[in-house]
């Protein structure tokens, strides 16, 4: 059981006779405890406080007081933040593993490591304006297996499941944050509105930003590190919590698993393997089923979730080889995408739990697992990026040769060369991008306003001014606005006895497009701002809209009034 866990106990059986100042004794003494036991990570949080409470003061804004000369320095300590919360993180999962493992100097432990990784990504961050996929992935990638690794010492430490505690925690923290917002700012807007009526708004909203601050970064993390579990203690996962997954959310998971056995027996008795998203639908199920098995792995409550975290390795073997066989007929068609690649490397982790299950074993070694995978493929040449463009660069040159379209590494387009294949070829090349590849930017370049691609034009159409307009004969004004308009092109004319009237809009679209394609031109004559249909005149102040070759038209920003006689 937690410290802070204790004190609310205590709080709550004493809360009628223990006085003000006791109650501040307490809370002083687990701000202590909280220090006694994570030193370098509170020390990295007071430290990051300092430097975002710098960040908020130095932000560039007109009315800042401090002008234009911090923005430099606001760029730098902005760049910094992800190097002071990965050395955070890294010095809390430090400390579980000397709880873990115990060491004779493990506040020496988790400072060493802590600025080795805060030193790295503050010399990788630094100076980069805009960061590039592989630096976002990779800090992502470290901070994902700095949680699973502190997940995995957490379990271990305490020889219990750890996730519900760390659910606990995280709950808990981001719970008392928000409510502590909440109320803090309820106070300042009171201050500003009753007692300071004439502040500065930069004053006002630096005041609203240091709430913010305070109630998720200063409260917030050190809640989260306060809550988790002792070394050696059991964590006792509220019942209340078990039932909740037990009864409600386990049956409504066996459905799921029902119709995605259902989708087997249509492939089976259709004979083929139709389109679908099955893959998102049977990643999702082993993410439930990882969820269940590492918070009621040691449940006794339900003999029958028992028996299902035992023979799930079997009962999903059917949806693995559908979900597997449909993943390799998209690779084969159109290669690896990061967001198909990283779905593979889900369910390899998912299978591992599966089979951690069946084995039962514990969940800890799922944590370590996904640990590795997450190192593996954000920091190595597996990564999520790398891989899934060299299977686009290779697919792209085997069509290219395929249909002998590359000349002396440069990309030619032939007469009989099928519109459809070009706007593929295209598409590859964007999704490789032209700061990677100069084959592909030589396609973008070359392939741009080839007749036949499936280009959407954008038309933003405008009208010359109107001083008045003749509105004899007319009984009701209505305001239209895009949200009138349906996907078919008809605007909904809503009338006084709320019947509804629908107008095709395409005979108007055509007019006007014409004539901007006749006199290359948007900004269209009075005469064209006006579209008589029966009992109807439409008067548009602004179309914006794009029509593609096939003809559909895509509206964006058309409004104007209707005139009903």
Not at 118 to 124: D, W
Request: proline letters at 4%; hydrophobic letters at 50%; aromatic letters at 14%.
């Amino acid at each position: 059981m937690s410290a802070w866990t204790s004190f609310y106990q205590q709080f709550l059986k004493e809360g009628s006779t223990l006085n003000i100042s006791m109650r501040i004794l307490h809370l002083k003494g687990q701000a202590h405890a909280l220090v006694r036991r994570f030193p370098v990570a509170v020390c990295w949080q007071v430290v990051g406080f300092l430097v975002a409470a710098a960040i908020i003061l130095l932000r560039p804004e007109s009315t800042s007081p401090f002008g234009t000369v911090g923005t430099e320095l606001f760029d730098h300590l902005v760049r910094l933040m992800p190097a002071f919360f990965a050395a955070w993180l890294a010095a809390a999962a430090c400390q579980l593993l000397t709880d873990a493992f115990p060491q004779k100097r493990p506040i020496l432990i988790g400072a060493a490591v802590s600025v080795a990784l805060f030193i790295v990504l503050a010399v990788l961050w630094y100076g980069v304006e805009i960061p590039s996929r592989h630096l976002l992935i990779g800090t992502g990638g470290v901070l994902l297996a700095l949680s699973f690794l502190a997940l995995f010492f957490l379990e271990r430490s305490n020889r219990t499941p750890g996730l519900p505690a760390l659910t606990f925690a995280a709950a808990f923290s981001l719970g008392t944050s928000i409510l502590l917002f909440l109320g803090l700012m309820t106070c300042a807007a009171a201050f500003w509105a009753l007692v300071v009526t004439d502040a500065a708004s930069w004053t006002a909203e630096t005041v609203y930003l240091f709430i913010g601050l305070t109630a998720y970064q200063l409260w917030g993390l050190a809640a989260f590190l306060g809550t988790l579990p002792q070394a050696g203690t059991r964590y006792a996962f509220p019942a209340a919590a078990q039932k909740v997954l037990l009864y409600l959310l386990f049956p409504v998971y066996a459905l799921l698993l029902l119709v995605l056995y259902l989708y087997v027996g249509k492939i089976i008795l259709a004979g083929e393997m139709p389109v679908g998203t099955m893959n998102w639908y049977a990643s999702f199920a082993l993410l439930a089923f990882t969820l269940f098995f590492g918070t009621l792995a040691e449940q006794n409550r339900l003999s029958l979730f028992t028996r299902f975290l035992k023979w799930g390795l079997l009962l999903f073997l059917p949806i693995l080889a559908v979900q597997l066989y449909g993943v390799y007929l998209r690779y084969e068609a159109y290669g690896l995408t990061t967001a198909r690649y990283a779905s593979m490397i889900c369910t390899v982790c998912g299978i591992y739990a599966l089979i951690t299950a069946f084995l039962r074993k514990k969940p800890q070694q799922i944590y370590l697992c996904a640990a590795i995978l997450a190192l593996i493929f954000t920091l190595t040449p597996l990564n999520i990026i790398d891989v899934p463009q060299h299977s686009q660069e290779a697919r792209l040159s085997r069509i290219l040769t395929e249909n002998n379209l590359v000349q002396d590494g440069q990309f030619i387009i032939r007469d009989d060369t099928p519109p459809e294949l070009i706007e593929e070829i295209r598409d590859i090349a964007f999704y490789i991008g032209e700061e990677s590849s100069p084959l592909a930017a030589n396609i973008i370049s070359e392939s741009y306003g080839v007749k036949g691609l499936r280009q959407p034009k954008i038309y933003d159409i405008s009208f010359d001014a109107r001083e008045a307009m003749d509105i004899s004969g007319y009984q009701t004004l209505r305001r239209f606005s895009r949200e009138d308009i349906t996907s078919e092109g008809l605007l909904t004319i809503r009338r006084a006895d709320e019947s509804e009237e629908l107008i095709d809009l395409t005979p108007y679209i055509d007019r006007v497009t014409a004539y901007a394609e006749e006199h290359d031109t948007f900004s269209l004559p009075r005469e064209l701002q006006e579209y008589d249909v029966g009992e109807y005149r439409l008067q548009f102040d602004a179309i914006y809209f794009t029509r593609a070759a096939d003809g559909g038209i895509n509206y964006f920003d058309t409004n104007g009034f209707a005139l009903m006689r």
